[in-house]
């Protein structure tokens, strides 16, 4: 207890929640961040919402995305959300070669969703799907797939750089038993990742 | 205080296998009612209210438990409930277009 709240506490005044501390500044920002970029991606969803229900034409998306791959993709995100809070929980018990194991799996697998994202777009920029036309109907529907998925995309890249950091500075022993914030504030980016993922597969490719 | 803060994180003990096997197992039932050969006739309208049943459990399993925010302060929940319901907001508003 601080000498100001030993004051407060025998002058009678109850004491207020545990004051932020720099460890859960990080935390509170990282939350912070994540609520803006839940918006982005919750105000592109519901426009894709819109434009769809207001087609004529739009296309029948597992006719035009197939999920077999895709859903590989979500189970291999959630394989990495794994190994990530497995990361998190040996570098509790101070098991520094085992965070960086897991971190280093945690990237190989963003690393392996990338790769076949990049394999998908490929395939269905061969067949037909254009970002401002397609051969199945509303030309929509290939610019809100792309744009959709591309930010995701941008995210995994974005969480892959920033997961290899970890790794590194884990490999420096920089983290501890007693030192795992940015490992857990790292975790918290990458689990929303994962999160966003789950609910693109259902919206863009199963509904 | 910063010790203090990460024995309180180290109170709670997750088994984040059975997470990732509830999480595994809603995928395949997803994807089992979104393939259209895979899933028996029913209706559209419900197939897409178990979609989105199925997606928002998923979602909640990895918040509440990937994300810890089950453990956390109340401020941080408040601060993940925010989108959320401004995400139901922008789709109340447009449902009159349709």
């Known amino acids: ?207 | 205080m910063a010790s203090d803060s990460h024995a309180q994180h180290d109170d709670h003990h997750v088994n984040y296998m059975a997470i990732f096997w509830w999480l595994l197992a809603l995928t395949i039932l997803e994807v089992i009612a979104g393939i259209p050969q895979a899933s028996p006739a029913y209706p559209q309208l419900l197939k897409g209210a178990l979609l989105v049943v199925m997606a928002v459990a998923k979602a909640a399993l990895v918040g509440l438990y990937f994300m810890h925010l089950r453990f956390e302060k109340l401020t941080l929940g408040f601060i993940a409930m925010i989108p959320l319901i401004l995400c139901v907001f922008v789709v109340l508003m447009v449902l009159p277009d349709f």
Request: glycine share 12%.
């Open chain 1, 1 to 207: 207890m601080t000498d100001a709240a030993a004051v407060d506490h025998a002058h009678g005044v109850e004491p207020a929640e545990t004051p932020l501390t720099p460890e859960s500044w990080g935390k509170l920002g990282m939350w912070v961040f994540l609520a803006g970029d839940a918006m982005s991606f919750g105000t592109l969803l519901a426009g894709y919402a819109i434009m769809r229900g207001n087609s004529a034409n739009w296309p029948v998306p597992v006719d035009v995305l197939g999920i077999s791959l895709t859903a590989f993709m979500t189970f291999l995100l959630i394989c990495s959300s794994v190994t990530m809070v497995k990361g998190l929980d040996a570098i509790k018990k101070d098991d520094q070669d085992g965070l960086v194991k897991y971190m280093w799996l945690t990237v190989g697998g963003g690393l392996i969703f990338l790769a076949l994202q990049a394999y998908e777009w490929t395939h269905l920029i061969n067949v037909g799907l254009g970002l401002a036309g397609n051969k199945w109907g509303d030309s929509l529907f290939g610019t809100t797939f792309y744009i959709i998925t591309g930010f995701h995309g941008m995210h995994v890249t974005g969480g892959v750089i920033y997961l290899s950091v970890i790794a590194l500075r884990g490999k420096k022993g920089v983290y501890s038993s007693t030192n795992w914030n940015e490992v857990e504030i790292a975790g918290l980016y990458w689990h929303f990742v994962d999160l966003v993922w789950i609910l693109v597969f259902t919206f863009i490719y199963l509904l």
